[in-house]
Structure formats: structure tokens, C-alpha cells
């Protein structure tokens, strides 16, 4: 099995634009499908990339995910960041078994 | 428009039962493959349980298996997760999840809570 690993935190101003990075431990970050979740504070997660970088529709274009085969990593990337996208992200990739979760990142619109 | 509604969560004591359900529309459940996550207080997302569209090969965490069983019932658009044995680690919010399709991402429910204590 392998592990996904998040930032614990990122912080930016509105406007600007962020990355939150997700690093597969082993095996290939392209071997199986990359997804992030959105869950602000109260609320159930959403999906907000799906496939590595596919956006569910209503969605704004302003996400978009990317994966690094050479960093072995998986990227959302939020532009033009905006107040109500301050909220915690998850990673997500599927194993043999199941679904691997990593830790999730606060993001916090300064 | 996906409708995902979780209901049977509540409060149980240490060893005893709960059955979850999770009733979908808006789209054909049959077709999907269907997962449980839960998400204990103040914590981040684990992975659960899931099981195939037709029903076969449900697949477990560690942390569950041998004490909850996932079915579902595509006649009436339905899901369960039936939970035995429980601990008080198991307390969290459960959702269930339609996963990806052609052309469309998981869909998450509300979530139903699940409080273990004596």
C-alpha cells in the first residue's frame, strides 16, 4: 500500500494563486487516478477534480489538477482565489483494495 | 440532479449495531460502483468500504473488516452499510459516495453520524 501526503496548511491572498501538492510514497502518481475533494467548514466534501484533472461540471475553471511523474506528485491549482475557497482539500487515489486519502490541507484565504 | 440521502446513524453502545442506508436518484444506480467513507471528529477522510455495480466483490479497510458488511439493493436504488460489533472509534460522520462514471466525478452524500459510547 501507499500513502498520499499533504500539506498541513497553505495560506494565500485573494486574487492570488495557489498550489496544494499531493505526493504518492510508492508506486507510480500515474498508475491510478488522482481526485480532490473540497469540504468547507460544516459542510460534506466535493468533488472538485476527478481523473487527474477532469472538473465536474459547475465547477469553476479557476481549479484545474495536474500529476508530475517526475515528483511523483499530484497538484490543485486554485487562480484567482477567491473567500469562500478557503476550506480543507483532500487528495485522493485508488489501490488495489480501496480508496487512499492523504491528510488533507487547510486552505486559508488571508 | 444526484440525490444522495444517508439515514440509520445515531447513537449505539460499544459492541452493538447500526445498518446505514443511502438512497440515490437522479441517476441509473445500477451502473455505479458505490463507496462508504467516514470522517471522526476533527479528522481528515478514511476510506471504508465499496462494492462493484452488480454487487460482487465488496472490498473492506482493515480497520472494519469481519465486523461491517456493504450491500445494495439495485431495485430499490439503495445502499447499506451494516455495522457489527461497533467501537468507539468507529464515532465519525459517514457518507456515501457514487464513484466516478463516464464523464462525471464521485458524488458525495450529506453524511449521517455514528456515535459509539456507553
Known amino acids: 500500500n501507499f500513502m498520499m501526503t499533504q500539506p498541513h496548511s497553505v495560506s494565500e491572498s485573494p486574487g492570488k494563486t495557489v498550489i496544494i501538492s499531493c505526493t504518492r510514497s510508492s508506486g507510480s502518481v500515474a498508475s491510478n487516478y488522482v481526485q480532490w475533494y473540497q469540504q468547507r467548514p460544516g459542510s460534506a466534501p466535493s468533488t472538485v477534480i476527478y481523473e487527474d484533472n477532469q472538473r465536474p461540471s459547475g465547477v469553476p475553471d479557476r481549479f484545474s489538477g495536474s500529476i508530475d511523474i517526475s515528483s511523483n506528485s499530484a497538484s490543485l491549482t486554485i487562480s484567482g482565489l477567491k473567500p469562500e475557497d478557503e476550506a480543507d482539500y483532500y487528495c485522493q487515489a485508488y489501490d488495489s483494495s480501496g480508496w487512499v486519502f492523504g491528510g488533507g490541507t487547510k486552505l486559508t484565504v488571508l | 440532479e444526484v440525490q444522495l440521502l444517508e439515514s440509520g446513524g445515531g447513537l449505539a453502545q460499544p459492541g452493538g449495531s447500526l445498518r446505514l442506508s443511502c438512497t440515490a436518484s437522479?441517476?441509473?444506480?445500477?451502473?455505479?460502483?458505490m463507496t462508504w467513507v467516514r470522517q471522526a471528529p476533527g479528522k481528515g477522510l478514511d476510506w471504508v468500504s465499496s462494492i462493484s455495480p452488480s454487487g460482487v466483490s465488496p472490498s473492506y479497510a482493515d480497520s472494519v473488516k469481519g465486523r461491517f458488511t456493504i450491500s445494495r439493493d439495485n431495485s430499490r436504488n439503495t445502499l447499506y452499510l451494516q455495522m457489527n460489533s461497533l467501537r468507539v472509534e468507529d464515532t465519525a460522520v459517514y457518507y456515501c459516495?457514487?464513484?466516478?462514471?463516464?464523464?462525471?466525478?464521485?458524488?458525495w452524500g450529506q453524511g449521517i453520524l455514528v456515535s459509539v459510547s456507553s
Open positions: 437522479g441517476f441509473t444506480f445500477s451502473s455505479y460502483a
Open positions: 459516495i457514487r464513484s466516478s462514471g463516464a464523464a462525471v466525478g464521485p458524488a
